[in-house]
């Protein structure tokens, strides 16, 4: 039997303006009855778009890990309207969770924290720990608060593909998976966000994202490591946070990262592949002259980590769509500010054969 699309419902709020248009309150009220009833809203973050239904509903829970084809094993992260509700979802509120959210909510961080036994284990994969998050979207805050509950969000799209940054993203790979868009127009960040365990000292970032680890170091004192030097949370089971499978964020077509980005698109080209390039250098020579000799699709990127980001998931979206037969993406600079760009273009890359879904 064939399933209606979802109705795709744009939402505005005006910056200045105390309120929502009625028009907008109207679509909040009708995501929030259908999540009431415990369906699936797809919702606008500053990060990428959510899959959202009621956390503490486990059969609703259950239709976000249906619909995307998510493993059991990879959790989800609570969406809340501010930190009293964060709170509430907590057996213990670390102080590191506590500086962080002070400083940095609402933002694109999330701080994983002992669960309360209100949490259902479906959201937190059988682990005692979960990860919460307040968006730094006051459309999706204001949902939130309509409800009065926590939302369970992951990323908008079937498991492991590019994450969505508009509402037609969510459309194109959802369909008729999800009962209701929401659309507030393309997130900002463009990347999901930093998640950072507070159960652990020092806190550990398990997933890199637009809060540097800089910035993170400057909240906490110093107190803060990255995932890469914390053996024992890297092995541990059940997994703390969503984001670590080897393969994820990618598109259909092969995709690969290379230092020598020139000369690798160059020898696809003589081969006769069809190839898309994204490029920090569109106007070099060597650039010019490739692009000129050769059919292919060139995509100048910023050379701003943060706008590279925001920008990323975009145009894996559009370029996977052309038939092409490799996306070849030049390596970004190694300095700290490209982290997260960095680890989504790696797991990107990671072809599905050697992947592992953990």
Not at 68 to 94: C, F, Q, S, Y
Not at 282 to 305: C, G, K, L, N
Request: glycine share 6%; with cysteine.
């Amino acid at each position: 039997m064939e399933h209606a699309l979802p109705d795709t419902l744009a939402i505005r709020w005006p910056a200045g303006d105390p309120l929502p248009p009625p028009a907008t309150e109207q679509a909040l009220e009708r995501a929030a009855g259908v999540l009431a009833a415990g369906g699936l809203v797809a919702i606008p973050t500053e990060t990428v778009y959510g899959l959202a239904a009621l956390a503490l509903d486990t059969a609703a829970v259950a239709r976000i890990f249906k619909a995307k084809g998510r493993a059991a094993t990879n959790p989800l992260i609570v969406h809340v309207a501010d930190a009293t509700m964060a709170r509430g979802l907590a057996a213990e509120w670390p102080a590191a969770a506590e500086r962080i959210t002070a400083a940095l909510w609402p933002g694109p961080v999330t701080v994983v924290v002992p669960k309360a036994a209100v949490v259902p284990l479906e959201v937190t994969a059988g682990g005692e720990t979960v990860a919460l998050r307040c968006p730094d979207q006051r459309l999706t805050r204001r949902l939130i608060e309509k409800l009065g509950q926590p939302l369970a969000a992951p990323s908008a799209n079937r498991s492991l593909g590019v994450s969505p940054t508009t509402a037609a993203h969510v459309l194109e790979s959802l369909g008729a998976r999800v009962d209701l868009i929401l659309d507030g127009g393309p997130c900002g960040r463009g990347i999901e966000s930093t998640v950072v365990d507070c159960t652990q000292q020092p806190a550990v970032v398990l997933r890199p994202g637009p809060v540097t680890l800089v910035r993170l170091a400057e909240v906490l004192g110093g107190a803060v490591i990255s995932r890469e030097l914390a053996a024992d949370v890297a092995a541990e089971a059940p997994a703390r946070a969503p984001g670590q499978q080897r393969r994820h964020y990618a598109p259909a077509t092969p995709l690969e990262v290379s230092a020598a980005a020139a000369e690798r698109v160059a020898g696809l080209a003589e081969e006769g592949k069809q190839v898309g390039w994204l490029t920090l250098s569109p106007d070099a020579p060597q650039t010019r002259r490739i692009a000129a000799a050769f059919q292919m699709i060139v995509v100048p990127m910023p050379a701003e980590p943060a706008a590279y980001a925001a920008l990323l998931y975009a145009v894996l979206h559009a370029i996977d769509k052309r038939g092409l037969d490799r996306i070849v993406v030049e390596a970004p600079p190694t300095s700290a500010a490209w982290v997260a760009v960095h680890d989504r273009l790696s797991r990107a890359a990671t072809p599905a054969e050697t992947a592992n879904d953990d």
